[in-house]
Structure formats: structure tokens, C-alpha cells
């Protein structure tokens, strides 16, 4: 994908310096749905900033002042797994096939409170929105992870739904799936365009 800049940060494809970063946000997750991305050597890091080097879906948000990875974004045209087929080009781009584009988070705690992830964020969906030519973004939250949903409402998304017991991550102490409550959020691109087009950073900014 192409380089984004913002006033702080730096939104480009992982590279191989990036590994020790994604280890430190990666070896103990705040959050179940990262734990089947957990990592807990630098070779699987440095494994896996390989096979994310060539994968758009991935994003890392770095520093501008010193290139450090502080977290990464991530998402996917709807109906599309970027895990089932790293190689196909429907994965990461945004134009593929589809107007609704999937978006995450995922920033190391050391970096919280300091408006990065909004930042990011903000930016990323500017990008999918004025430059993709994107008309639906939208997230899943799930109900005990107040921080995204936090970012999700600071980002001018509608909570539009609940999907009870929807998925399971990690299991119970008896063996059984945990499944997971979680809220659907989404945003529209002329909700966008009313919220943000006359502070918007990218010149093509315009309906």
C-alpha cells in the first residue's frame, strides 16, 4: 500500500526491522481475539513481519521521528479471510470486489494515551474512504473491550448492533468454547464526509 503520514505517525507495509515491536504487542494479548496471533519468539516475529511485508491487510503504525512500530491496523474487503490465501490480491485491496472494508486495531500498551490509535485510525479510513473509493468501513468490538469501543465512537462510528455469544477465541476451564458478545460498529462515507471533510488531511477530500 502507499506510505500515509500524519503529524505524528506512519502508516507502511511491516518490514523486517519491525519484528522486535511485534513481538513486545504480540506475547501477551490485552484482548482474547488476539490470542490466536500470540507469538512468544522473535523467530516466529520476524517469521511473521516476512509474510505481512508482502500482505496489505496489515498495516503497521509506526513513529515518524524514530520508524517504531507502535501497533498495526488491519482489515479486509467484506467477504474476504487475508489468513485463508495471503497471495490473493482480493485480501488487500480495498477496489477488489466489494464498497465495505472490515477494519481493526491492535497498538502496544506502552504507547496508550497518547492518541495513536485515533490518529491511525482516523487516517487509514480517510485513505479507504477519499482514495479507494470505500462506501461502508465498520469493526467488531467485542462488549468487554471498552477501549476499542471507545476509539470506535471517538472515530464517528454507530454501534449498530449486538451479536450475542458470535464467536469464541480462547476456551473455559472445563474444556468448552468461551463465546464472545460482540457489538458491530460502522460508519458510511457521506457520515465521514460530514465529520471530518473540512479537516480532512488528503487533498482529494471532497465528495
Not at 490518529?119 to 467485542?142: C, D, H, N, P
Not at 462515507?189 to 487533498?203: F, G, N, R, V
Amino acid at each position: 500500500m502507499q506510505t500515509i503520514e500524519t503529524d505524528r505517525l506512519i502508516l507502511r507495509n511491516f518490514t523486517a526491522t519491525d519484528a522486535t515491536g511485534l513481538l513486545e504487542y504480540t506475547a501477551n494479548p490485552r484482548v482474547n481475539c488476539f490470542m490466536d496471533h500470540q507469538m512468544s519468539t522473535l523467530e516466529e516475529a520476524i517469521a511473521e513481519v516476512e509474510k505481512r511485508s508482502k500482505d496489505d491487510s496489515h498495516i503497521a503504525v509506526c513513529l515518524k521521528d524514530s520508524n517504531e512500530i507502535i501497533g498495526e491496523l488491519f482489515g479486509m474487503t467484506e467477504g474476504h479471510d487475508p489468513d485463508s490465501d495471503p497471495d490473493s490480491k482480493s485480501n488487500s485491496d480495498p477496489k477488489s470486489d466489494s464498497d465495505t472494508y472490515s477494519i481493526g486495531w491492535n497498538f502496544n500498551g506502552r504507547f496508550e494515551g497518547k492518541g495513536y490509535a485515533s490518529e491511525s485510525a482516523r487516517a487509514f479510513m480517510e485513505y479507504l474512504f477519499m482514495e479507494q473509493g470505500i462506501r461502508r468501513i465498520y469493526a467488531y468490538v467485542e462488549d468487554d473491550n471498552f477501549r476499542s469501543q471507545k476509539l470506535c465512537e471517538k472515530l464517528g462510528m454507530r454501534r449498530e448492533g449486538l451479536f450475542l455469544e458470535f464467536i469464541s477465541f480462547v476456551k473455559n476451564e472445563d474444556g468448552t468454547p468461551k463465546y464472545e458478545n460482540t457489538y458491530q460498529y460502522a460508519i458510511l462515507k457521506k457520515e465521514w464526509l460530514a465529520q471530518y471533510a473540512p479537516t480532512c488531511m488528503m487533498s482529494r477530500c471532497k465528495p
